[in-house]
């Protein structure tokens, strides 16, 4: 018979070796997927982030797609990281961009995916 105060021991010890790791380890190569996955789930509301999204922006925000973001010749890794880290509708007008609160693994992923986007047709 199992013993379950044994089991639940084993479980809280992968508890702690997942915290000691931190969250889980993503290949390079997916994190331009991942990275859209978390936009679809963050992003969409005013954005355009990709073809596939299953809601489109709200219509009366004028805010650029990702694709567009992409193409734009100022934009690049760090460019991105800037606005993502310091954009805040509180202190710079309400109908702008809202400070997203992502961590550092999170802001990879997304800005790898938009940086994928580049020599992309745009979205929808
Ligand atoms: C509540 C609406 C809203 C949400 C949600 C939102 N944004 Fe924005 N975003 C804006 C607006 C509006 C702008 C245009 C610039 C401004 O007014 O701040 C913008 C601009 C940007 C820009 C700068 C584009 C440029 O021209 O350089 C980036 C990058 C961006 N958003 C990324 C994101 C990411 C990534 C997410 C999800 C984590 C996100 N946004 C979620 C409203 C939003």
Do not use: K
């Not at 982030?49 to 922006?57: G, L, W, Y």
């Not at 993502?84 to 997203?100: E, I, K, V």
């Amino acid at each position: 018979m199992v013993n379950s105060a044994r089991l639940a021991s084993i479980a809280l010890l992968a508890g702690c070796v997942a915290c000691a790791t931190g969250p889980r380890r993503i290949p390079e190569a997916d994190y331009p997927r991942e990275g859209q996955a978390l936009a679809q789930r963050a992003c969409t509301p005013c954005h355009a982030v990709s073809r596939d999204q299953a809601t489109r922006p709200i219509p009366d925000r004028h805010t650029p797609g990702f694709a567009e973001i992409a193409q734009a010749p100022g934009t690049t890794a760090e460019s991105l990281r800037r606005f993502l880290r310091t954009t805040h509708a509180a202190t710079s007008g309400p109908l702008r961009m809202p400070s997203p609160m992502l961590d550092e693994g999170q802001m990879t992923l997304i800005v790898s995916y938009i940086l994928s986007l580049r020599g992309q047709d745009r979205p929808g």
